[in-house]
Structure formats: structure tokens, C-alpha cells
């Protein structure tokens, strides 16, 4: 007799001789076939349903997620859209907070900001050290954008002797948004430290002279012996009895002309014939002072 599983069912041939051996092994065979059968769909459904009860869950937990605010406590929500991952937006209509519900956003770490602070100082476009960082474009332009805005506007120097003091001070050409919109970068440096000591953003006429003027420190002012080129605005502001218009070829102003050339070199808004350029002047202001702090600290460092 044989004995075989069709897709029918079972099937059996009797033989002319019957081995009771034979049929022992085959019926034990078959059952534990048909045990192994089962026990796999089983597991298979059993897996399932688990699956299925997870989701539901996490689902259970979405949905009560977003029925209350998580900063206030709300319940007075409404939908605002979607991410450009398409995942729901809300909005707490208590406290004006926008959010997403289970959010893939990984918290940017200390070392990866501290890194971006050095990057900011050196020519790379925002672009460039999002992909270096591998940060989003939107988070890092928030990040730079509110460093900037809290980048102070003023020097601070040490306790300086009131003999000896010489200045170097210049205007450099730039622009915000569009060459039509001309802003200057108005520089005064220390020539024996080389420190930037003032600064001043602002147009080419009298007024952001007297500006640049009025970021010295006191004691520079009251002091301090200037060499400019022969714009005139200079000398309607430094006192004529120590203020001296020299052309470049007397190399009375050598420093504060190479320190145009750094600001070209290391920033990027600055470059000539770039991409990189500030569309707002808040930006752009915040930018030039926060490399001129990063300068005269490396130059402290030396």
C-alpha cells in the first residue's frame, strides 16, 4: 500500500504486498507534515494579529496626541497643513504652537552646532555646510539667522594707553539682494594689534562716516591719529589735527587694505562674482560683525 498527500487529499494505492513498517513510517510522515503545517499558519497568524494590535495601538496613541497640545495642555487644535514628508501638521489654538505628531526630526547635537559656528567663519555658503553638517536647510537658516540677531554690535577693548594710538580707516563696496542696493562696510583698525576697533553698515555719504566715528572706543577718539584715503567724508569727522589722507602708494594704509581682501577671501556674502549673498541687510550687518569678532579673537589666541 502507498500512501501520498495530493492536493485533493489523500490518496491511497494498495499493493499487492502490505509492509506494516512501510505504512508505520509514512503515517508518521504524513502527521508531521500536516502538524508542521499548522504550526507555521499558526505562528503566521498569531504574528499578524500582533502587528495588527501594535498599530492600532500606536494609532490609539496618534490620535490622542493630537487631540492635546503638549507645551499648554490644550485640547483646541487644528489641523495646519502637512510637511514636505506629507505627515499632518496641528496647531494649539491656545498658545500658537505647531507640531507633528511622532516627528522623525533628530535634535541637532553640541558638537555639530559648535561646528557650524566655525564653519560660518570661513568661506562656505549656508548651503554648503547644511551638506557638510548634514543638517536641514530650514533649521540651519533659523539657527544662523537668530545667532546673527544676537551678534553684538560693538567692540570691546582692553584698557589702552592714550600715547602712540594709530588707526587705519576704510570703506568697502558691497551689496544686499541686488547690486542696484549698494551698502558700505565702513572699518577701523588698530595698526599696532591689528584689531578691528570699529564699524559702521550703512550708505557712502557723511552720516555713516560719523557713524564708523562714533563705534570707536572713547579712547580712540579722543586720541587716536587716523589715516584714510581722501574720500572726503573723513575729513569732515576726524579732527583735522590728527588725520592724515594718504594714497595707497605710500603704504600708510597697507593693513586696513589687506583686511578688504580677508573679508573677501573668508566671507562668503563678500565674495566677488558668487552665489552667496545676504538678502536681507539685518543678516548681512549680523554677519560682518560676527567675523569681526571671530578675527580679533584669533588674533588674540596669537
Known amino acids: 500500500m502507498d500512501i501520498t498527500l495530493t492536493p485533493s487529499g489523500l490518496r491511497i494505492i494498495l499493493s499487492n504486498t502490505i509492509n506494516p513498517q512501510i505504512i508505520t513510517k509514512k503515517l508518521v510522515f504524513l502527521m508531521t507534515t500536516i502538524l508542521a503545517f499548522l504550526l507555521s499558519s499558526c505562528v503566521l497568524l498569531l504574528s499578524k494579529l500582533a502587528r495588527e494590535s501594535v498599530e492600532l495601538s500606536q494609532r490609539k496613541c496618534e490620535e490622542l496626541l493630537e487631540r492635546v497640545c503638549s507645551t499648554c495642555g490644550s485640547e483646541h487644535l487644528i489641523k495646519n497643513g502637512s510637511t514636505h514628508h506629507s505627515k499632518q501638521k496641528h496647531q494649539c489654538k491656545s498658545c500658537g504652537r505647531q507640531f507633528v505628531v511622532n516627528p522623525t526630526k533628530t535634535t541637532v547635537s553640541k558638537e555639530i552646532k559648535q561646528l557650524i559656528d566655525r564653519l560660518l567663519l570661513e568661506r562656505i555658503s549656508l548651503r554648503g ?3 557638510v553638517t548634514q543638517v536641514s536647510w530650514s533649521w540651519l537658516q533659523e539657527y ?8 553684538p554690535r560693538q567692540i570691546k577693548v582692553s584698557e589702552k594707553s592714550p600715547g602712540g594710538l594709530t588707526i587705519e580707516c576704510d570703506e568697502m563696496w558691497s551689496f544686499v539682494d541686488s547690486k542696484k542696493n549698494e551698502v558700505y562696510i565702513w572699518l577701523a583698525i588698530d595698526r599696532d594689534s591689528r584689531k578691528i576697533i570699529g564699524c559702521f553698515v550703512g550708505d557712502r555719504t557723511r ?22 584715503d581722501f574720500w572726503q567724508a573723513y575729513k569732515t569727522v576726524i579732527p583735522h589735527e590728527r588725520h592724515r589722507a594718504v594714497g595707497k602708494e605710500t603704504g600708510l594704509t597697507n593693513h586696513i587694505e589687506r583686511l578688504n581682501n580677508t573679508f573677501r577671501q573668508r566671507v562668503s556674502r563678500l565674495v566677488r562674482a558668487s552665489l552667496s549673498f545676504s538678502k536681507k541687510l539685518n543678516n548681512h550687518i549680523g554677519a560682518i560683525w560676527y567675523f569681526i569678532h571671530g578675527y580679533n579673537a584669533e588674533l588674540a589666541k596669537t
Open 144 to 151: 544662523v539667522n537668530q545667532k546673527l540677531a544676537h551678534t
Open 207 to 228: 552720516k555713516s562716516a560719523r557713524k564708523l566715528w562714533a563705534s570707536l572706543p572713547e579712547i580712540y577718539q579722543r586720541c587716536a591719529f587716523a589715516y584714510t
Open 129 to 131: 555646510i547644511a551638506r
